[in-house]
């Protein structure tokens, strides 16, 4: 856990991070040598007047990060931070997802800050950065991140690029990095008909790096006529980041495919510094290893350009069946398996449906039928509800149709709460339409088991009954094939409390590897699993994430980032590279 945090590079691996002109700092760590990028305790790390140079480079945009709870605390390590209305402000925004995201560093998963400077009633309580960044740019043009990649890669520091900090996997912290803020880029700009390159002649966007999910959608919603963009389902993670680079599933993925493969052209900056333009003519291998290859892998990017399509009427259903309906763990269960066991019906109409599911608990909000109106989606759903019936399941559901795909968005879809306080371990699993229709029982057993997965842990799991190879059945990006034939993907959690010792952390990652995910793989030996909301010690991940695809990406990575300026764990490219000394030091 937190691992994700500082990197460093095997001395004794010729990993390709360990490049002619990198040479990294020594360090020793359990009877290892390992050669790291450059820290505070080394003395290549920059002087406070190094600092001051690159503050003005970027034009006074350099702050000191300071972590968003350390208003709550007295001091971080010598410095006074108390500010108790800043505090009181803090803290009754420690849910809200928006909040978070507008913070220069924060990120919404707890765990990879090392769950530190938490607020707090008691100022005395000790606040450390933990595994926050030192610095952050506050870019708001790209000649600051140009000046702060270049500053990173020559200086050889730990370079962290932050949207949203909405990651499971703590992916945009890391010790004493150098952090590149991108939230500022809210520009949209719609285009009535794309002119190439490529084939595309319909409408399309350019949608800037920090715009969120909801209000581009929004965005689009607002053009004559209505417009819908690929995206994900919560409203305030980033669309151009992690989330495109992932891949990127969401409520129209079945009609429309993955976020990426809509993807035009992207403008970005090069791990050496460079400004370019990735598509289908010019650097097309760096535009396909965008299109999903992983986050903070290939380039810092700038905006995309990508397709838009017409809004469409759209209709929803809900579903429960929890304690209000039944107490019977089997009555429960047998309805949470004849729910799912219809995944491939689902998606074969187009549909995509969100579920969370934990013990006793089955909440699908909601199931999403786009071009179907009230009659059409009841139709769709009759064998459910029959097989429910037939098998005296008490559930209850209601449905609601709307002129357009954003009201849908707007009404039925809730926004997290769970999301920010919880310091969760996540992990999951890619589940085909072979792996349904062959043993669909035994997929709806394991995200069963995935609620107490042992006797002292317990679990909660979001589901996503997708199949973006319905309406994109074969794309050129780096996308796992695997999700051309999805049917339900779940991401799963095992719930912490935060307060949990570095031992017990570790034991609940092995738990969350070997005993959920082993189950979540024998459930589904078709299937894959999705980087952006995955296991960080997935076995053999680079196969499981990216499958036959994954030698082309690590070829891309070595030519485009032969330094190893960013990182990310589990994206091609960074199998010699670990995290030491309990989350500090990259290799
Ligand atoms: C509550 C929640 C709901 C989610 N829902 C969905 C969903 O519906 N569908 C889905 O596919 N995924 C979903 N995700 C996963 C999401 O796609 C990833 O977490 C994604 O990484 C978020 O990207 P971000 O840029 O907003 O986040 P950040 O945390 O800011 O960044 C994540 C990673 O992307 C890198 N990055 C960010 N911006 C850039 C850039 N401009 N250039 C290069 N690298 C960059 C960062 O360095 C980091 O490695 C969800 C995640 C959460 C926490
Ligand atoms: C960078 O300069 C700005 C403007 O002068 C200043 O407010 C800020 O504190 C400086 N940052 C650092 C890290 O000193
Ligand atoms: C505060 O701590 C920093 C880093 O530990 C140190 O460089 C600095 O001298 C200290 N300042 C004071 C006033 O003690
Ligand atoms: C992270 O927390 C652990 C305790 O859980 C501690 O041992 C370690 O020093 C912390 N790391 C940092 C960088 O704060
Ligand atoms: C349980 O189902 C009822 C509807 O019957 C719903 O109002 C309630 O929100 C559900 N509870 C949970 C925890 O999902
Ligand atoms: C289930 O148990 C809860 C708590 O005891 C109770 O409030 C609820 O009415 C029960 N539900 C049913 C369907 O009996
Ligand atoms: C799930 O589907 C399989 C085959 O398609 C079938 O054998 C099994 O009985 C179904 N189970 C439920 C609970 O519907
Ligand atoms: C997709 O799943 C269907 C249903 O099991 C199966 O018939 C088909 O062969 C699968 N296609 C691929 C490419 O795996």
């Known amino acids: 856990m937190g691992r994700v945090s500082l990197l460093v590079a095997l001395l ?84 809200d997802e928006q909040y978070i995201t507008d913070d220069g560093i924060a990120e919404l998963w707890p765990l990879y800050t090392n769950n530190t400077c938490i607020p707090t009633d008691n100022p005395a309580d000790p606040c450390t950065q933990g595994f926050y960044g030192t610095y952050v740019i506050l870019a708001t043009t790209k000649e600051q991140i140009k000046a702060g990649v270049d500053f990173a890669r020559e200086r050889n520091l730990r370079l962290i690029i932050r949207n949203t900090g909405h990651d499971f996997l703590g992916r945009s ?12 880029f809210k520009d949209v700009k719609f285009i009535a008909k794309y002119t190439g390159p490529g084939d595309w002649t319909g409408t399309a966007a350019v949608v800037g790096a920090g715009v969120q999910g909801r209000e581009l959608f929004r965005q689009a919603w607002n053009q004559e006529p209505k417009q819908v963009i690929v995206g994900g389902e919560c409203p305030t993670v980033g669309w151009a980041g992690g989330y495109i680079q992932g891949g990127g599933h969401g409520p129209l993925s079945t009609i429309y495919g993955m976020g990426a493969d809509n993807v035009l052209s992207f403008d970005a900056i090069t791990a050496k510094g460079e400004y370019v333009t990735a598509n289908v003519n010019e650097n097309p291998d760096l535009f396909w290893a965008l299109k999903g290859g992983g986050p903070a892998s290939f380039a810092v990017v700038l905006s995309i350009t990508v397709k838009t399509f017409p809004e469409v009427p759209t209709a929803g259903t809900i579903l429960n069946i929890n304690s209000t309906h039944t107490n ?98 996540v992990g999951g699993r890619i589940f085909t339409q072979t792996d349904i229709a062959e043993r669909g029982d035994k997929v709806a057993e394991a995200l069963l088991f995935a609620n107490a997965p042992t006797e002292s842990t317990f679990g909660l799991s979001v589901g996503h009954i997708v199949n973006p190879g319905l309406g994109v059945p074969v794309a050129d990006n780096a996308i796992n094939v695997k999700w051309r034939n999805s049917s339900s993907f779940t991401l799963t959690n095992i719930v912490m409390s935060g307060q949990e010792t570095w031992a017990q952390k570790q034991e609940i990652e092995r738990i969350n590897t070997d005993v959920l995910g082993k189950a979540l793989r024998e459930a589904g030996p078709d299937g894959a699993a999705y980087v952006n909301e995955g296991d960080l010690n997935e076995p053999n991940w680079q196969y499981t994430y990216w499958g036959d695809k994954y030698p082309k990406l690590l070829e891309t990575r070595k030519k485009w980032d032969p330094e190893g300026v960013f990182y990310a764990k589990t994206t091609p490219g960074t199998e010699d590279w670990e995290v030491i000394d309990y989350g500090r030091y990259l290799l």
């Open 12 to 95: 004794s691996v010729a990993g390709f991070a360990v490049g002619a002109d990198w040479i990294g700092e020594t360090r020793e760590w359990e009877g290892s040598t390992y050669q790291c990028k450059c820290y505070s305790d080394n003395s290549c790390y920059p002087t406070v007047t190094d600092w001051a140079v690159l503050n003005t480079t970027v034009g006074g945009a350099l702050q000191r990060a300071q972590p968003p709870g350390a208003v709550c605390h007295n001091t971080l390590g010598n410095v006074s931070t108390l500010d108790e209305g800043k505090c009181a402000e803090y803290k009754a925004h420690f849910n």
């Open 173 to 184: 912290t890391g010790y004493e990095s150098l952090i590149i803020n991108t939230h500022s």
């Open 328 to 425: 019977d763990s089997a009555v429960f269960a047998e309805g949470f398996r004849i729910f799912h066991n219809l995944s491939n019906h689902y998606t074969a109409n187009g549909m995509f449906v969100y579920f969370e599911l934990s013990v006793g608990t089955l909440h699908v909000a909601p199931f999403v039928g786009p071009r179907m109106d009230e009659a059409k989606l009841n139709e769709v759903l009759k064998p459910l509800f029959d097989q429910l019936d037939a098998a005296k399941i008490p559930y209850s559901r209601h449905t609601k149709a709307f002129p357009t795909f954003f009201e849908l968005y707007l009404d039925l879809f809730e926004d997290e709460t769970f999301a920010v306080q919880s310091s969760s371990v």
